[in-house]
């Protein structure tokens, strides 16, 4: 295989490139470029400029590539802008177009029978979770940034969040796209089926991709069954391996029904205390605690089957506490507990933070190395929480107490290193769930199969010849 990278001489697009679009597309696609589209929400990288452009339609998305590709303007797809790795940001190419997926919020066809939706790039994910309840099913990717990320963005992320467990990640939800290819082609893969088996499949090239292949401008989605009955409990474990255990018991038991299992370390408990005091914690501050969350069709009971549950893990030795959410509100609480975790971590301020996963048989032994690779670098708190059900973990390391991230920057490297490197030992990855963007380009280059690595250049290269799409995300430019 053969590295065929482009020289970096993109043309800015301002003056004849922008006058020349301007006769080709509606006025309501030329935006005014405000901040937000030059920040993220870590503050690490910061775009100097660019010509903002919001197609509404997908021949339009089409107008804007073909033209950028003949011209060499790179192309920065802008979906909600939540992306945690700097993939929707660019600090250094000269006036890039920032492609936003804003105004292509239709939603295409609600299909019950298929159970199958299509939407456009641009609708928001809590939308189409409220379009799949409408028509009395479920869209169950969940995550916090749900009222601002698009389902574009989702999918080029290949975003996972709480359900995973049950219902696969982002990928396994995409039943069909559409797509502006590099060369401003539409490729027309809209289908509800779910056995499609025509040679290569350029959706999953395309889901994951972070903007670096082509524009998604729709997509078909795969919708489930709303459960009937919806239930939650917190459990105070042992220990990360008791929360393994428990999770076995638990599917054991009760079988497809566990929807979510989130394992909690005290240090986020202490933090929420810290900087969030309304947020109720039923259990106090215990060292490792679980939230589990069960979503039941036919007779069943979600309360009971969480009690038996309780009294069978107790038997074993695994849980020592444990309160079930009595009503839809309570259940809420726990899942606002745990979802404002991430907010507590802000407002302390991690030196380092780290979406990772590891083989969930391998989370107990990874977790007990981790807190031993870190003390070996200084007097840091970690807080580990994450989708333990399927081995994500966000490994995020703090100041010790009175201190200040800032005193820590020349740690920061050292710090994820460690920490990286320690996953990579587990048989891990260093991007769960938030992809790559700008942030983790090194880390693909040092840790991923280098034959992986050669082939996806070689993919980028045959795909975008001219390097537009997103340059410096993902592969380095
Ligand atoms: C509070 C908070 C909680 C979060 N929780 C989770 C979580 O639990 N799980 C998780 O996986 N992520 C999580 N994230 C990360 C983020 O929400 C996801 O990565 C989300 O998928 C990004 O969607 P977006 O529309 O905001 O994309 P953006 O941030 O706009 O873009 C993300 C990437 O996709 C590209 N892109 C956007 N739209 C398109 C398109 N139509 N075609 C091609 N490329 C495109 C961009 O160029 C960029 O590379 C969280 C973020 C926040 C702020």
Redesign the pocket.
């Known amino acids: 295989m053969t590295l065929d990278t482009p020289p970096p001489d993109y043309t800015p697009a301002t003056g004849a490139f922008a006058e020349t679009l301007r006769g080709l597309l509606p006025e309501a696609a030329f935006r005014d470029l405000d901040a937000r589209y030059l920040e993220?929400?870590r503050g690490r990288w910061a775009g100097q400029g660019g010509l903002l452009l919001a197609p509404g339609a997908t021949e339009e998305v089409a107008t804007i590539v073909r033209h950028a590709a003949e011209h060499r303007v790179a192309v920065?797809?802008?979906?909600?802008?939540?992306?945690?790795?700097g993939?929707?940001v660019s600090a250094d190419l000269p006036v890039p177009v920032i492609l936003s997926?804003e105004r292509m919020t239709r939603v295409r066809r609600v299909d019950p029978v298929e159970n199958a939706l299509t939407v456009e790039?641009?609708v928001i994910?809590q939308q189409v979770q409220e379009v799949a309840a409408e028509a009395d099913r479920l869209f169950p990717l969940?995550?916090?940034?749900q009222g601002?990320?698009?389902?574009?963005?989702?999918?080029?992320?290949?975003?996972?969040?709480?359900n995973v467990l049950r219902y696969g990640?982002?990928r396994d939800l995409c039943l069909g796209l559409e797509?502006v290819l590099p060369d401003g082609s539409v490729l027309h893969g809209l289908s509800p089926l779910r056995k499609n088996n025509t040679g290569y499949d350029l959706r999953h090239l395309?889901i994951g991709?972070?903007?670096?292949l082509?524009?998604?401008?729709a997509a078909t989605l795969k919708l489930w069954p709303r459960p009937a009955r919806m239930g939650a409990a917190m459990m105070t474990v042992r220990d990360p391996q008791a929360a393994l255990d428990l999770l076995n018991l638990a599917r054991d038991r009760i079988g497809e029904g566990v929807s979510a299992f989130e394992l909690i370390g005290r240090t986020g408990l202490a933090f929420l205390a810290e900087t969030m005091p309304d947020v109720r914690l039923p259990l106090g501050q215990p060292e490792w605690s679980v939230l589990i969350d069960l979503g039941l069709g036919g007779a069943g009971e979600p309360t009971a089957a969480l009690e038996d549950l309780f009294v069978a893990a107790e038997a074993a030795g695994l849980v020592s506490d444990g309160v079930i959410a009595q009503s839809e509100a309570q259940r809420q609480d726990f899942w606002h507990l745990r979802e404002s975790i991430?907010?507590g971590n802000r407002r302390i301020g991690a030196v380092s933070s780290h979406d990772i996963s590891v083989p969930t048989a391998a989370i107990p032994e990874f977790i007990r190395a981790g807190t031993g690779v870190i003390a070996g670098l200084g007097d840091f708190r970690i807080n580990c929480f994450g989708?333990v059900g399927d081995g994500n973990l966000h490994y995020n390391v703090f100041p010790a107490p009175g201190q200040d991230r800032a005193d820590h920057v020349d740690e920061r490297d050292a710090i994820k290193s460690a920490v990286h490197d320690l996953v990579h030992r587990h048989g891990g990855s260093v991007s769960a769930?938030?992809?790559v963007?700008r942030l983790k380009v090194g880390d693909l280059e040092r840790y991923v199969d280098p034959t992986k690595l050669a082939a996806m250049r070689v993919i980028k290269s045959a795909l975008d010849p001219a390097g537009i799409m997103?340059p410096g995300?993902v592969l380095r430019r």
């Open positions: 993220e929400s920065v797809p802008y979906g909600g802008g939540t992306g945690l790795v993939g929707q997926l790039a641009g994910l969940t995550i916090a940034a601002s990320a698009r389902i574009g963005g989702i999918l080029s992320t290949n975003a996972g969040g709480v990640n982002a797509a395309l991709a972070e903007g670096t082509g524009i998604i401008t991430p907010e989708h769930e938030h992809g963007g997103n995300a």
